[in-house]
């Protein structure tokens, strides 16, 4: 396609549930990244992938929280045992290259756990 | 500290008003820097790229300070239009891309 898509735009879960978000980047994107915006709060770093480096996870907020990307393109974040702190829009973004680079950014997943 | 830390506001000004934001990085390193717009409830999208010498589109332009660590967004003759928050992003010693809060600015008219 020609953008960054995510799937599914909305994703309303039971606590204690998993869920996986994924996120399918612009093709021949190799940077990809996963970020976690809460209402009226900035964007917080989860994880970003580039080509076939191991990732950097740094910021993932708990080990409930998992992400891989296969064959280098679609990517799925993955929320064990889900926690209503866990609510929030969850964004992907690629780029062609890493650090360099702008992010063009999937119109993200809205997360509500109840 | 924050590696990348703005202010949030909100930033309220007149319609035609010129309005600037700070963002400060920690970093020296950091190469690259951009600004982005985000609207309520959408995903944010690029606005302009920084450039040492100061970059210029329309209304807007952009600057860095490596000295002190700072990038700016001017904006002049605000529009309404011009209302939605702004997001800027660099790198971390990890090169990781970061982002600041953002700054929501509200065009009045």
């Known amino acids: 396609g020609a953008g960054v898509s995510q799937s599914p735009s909305n994703k309303v879960t039971e606590k204690g549930k998993d869920v996986e978000l994924r996120c399918d980047p612009i093709?021949?994107?190799?940077?990809l990244y996963w970020y976690r915006q809460s209402l009226g709060q900035g964007l917080e770093f989860l994880i970003y992938f580039q080509g076939n480096s191991a990732p950097d996870k740094s910021g993932l907020p708990s080990d409930r929280f998992s992400a891989e990307r296969t064959g280098g393109s679609v990517s799925t974040l993955t929320i064990q045992r889900t926690q209503q702190e866990d609510s929030a829009v969850y964004l992907c973004a690629s780029s062609p290259a890493l650090g360099r680079e702008k992010l063009f950014f999937g119109s993200g997943t809205q997360l509500s756990v109840l | 500290r924050k590696e990348v830390e703005q202010d949030p506001g909100p930033f309220n000004v007149p319609e035609g008003a010129t309005v600037a934001f700070n963002c400060t990085y920690s970093n020296s390193a950091s190469q690259s820097f951009f600004w982005y717009r985000q609207d309520c409830r959408k995903e944010p999208k690029l606005l302009m790229s920084?450039?040492?010498s100061g970059n210029e589109d329309g209304r807007f332009t952009a600057q860095l300070n490596r000295a002190s660590q700072y990038i700016s967004l001017l904006i002049r003759d605000s529009k309404l239009s011009d209302s939605a928050t702004y997001l800027c992003?660099?790198?971390?010693?990890?090169?990781?891309?970061?982002f600041g809060q953002g700054t929501t600015l509200q065009v009045k008219p």
């Open positions: 093709s021949g994107h190799t940077a």
């Open positions: 992003e660099g790198s971390s010693n990890t090169g990781k891309l970061i």
């Open positions: 920084v450039y040492s």
